[in-house]
């Protein structure tokens, strides 16, 4: 089983990006303030970083890797989600 990813709705390029590199990736929505995920099934969420104070993200304990994707390529992304999640991509 891949690496689980959460990925703000308006990342589609890096979804696709990880969804063909193996990695089981979800749509987060920019209005869920996590209320319909629990953060801690994800080894990574990825957001735009425009949201990061209204979704509650700033203020959010928990041990997966929240990363902002602004001036971040895709490859810059999975770089960042190997780095912090040990490198293994099945985990």
């Known amino acids: 089983m891949g690496?689980?990813?959460a990925v703000e709705s308006q990342l589609s390029n890096v979804k696709r990006y990880l969804s063909n590199k193996g990695?089981?990736?979800i749509n987060l929505e920019q209005n869920s303030n996590l209320?319909?995920?629990?953060v801690d099934d994800y080894d990574?969420?990825?957001i735009t970083g425009q949201h990061k104070d209204m979704l509650g993200y700033e203020n959010?304990?928990?041990k997966s890797r929240i990363i902002d994707a602004t001036g971040m390529t895709p490859e810059d992304i999975e770089s960042e989600i190997r780095r912090s999640t040990g490198g293994d991509l099945n985990g």
């Open 44 to 46: 990574a969420v990825v």
């Open 35 to 38: 209320s319909g995920i629990r």
């Open 3 to 5: 690496k689980k990813i």
């Open 23 to 25: 990695y089981d990736v």
């Open 60 to 62: 959010t304990h928990t």
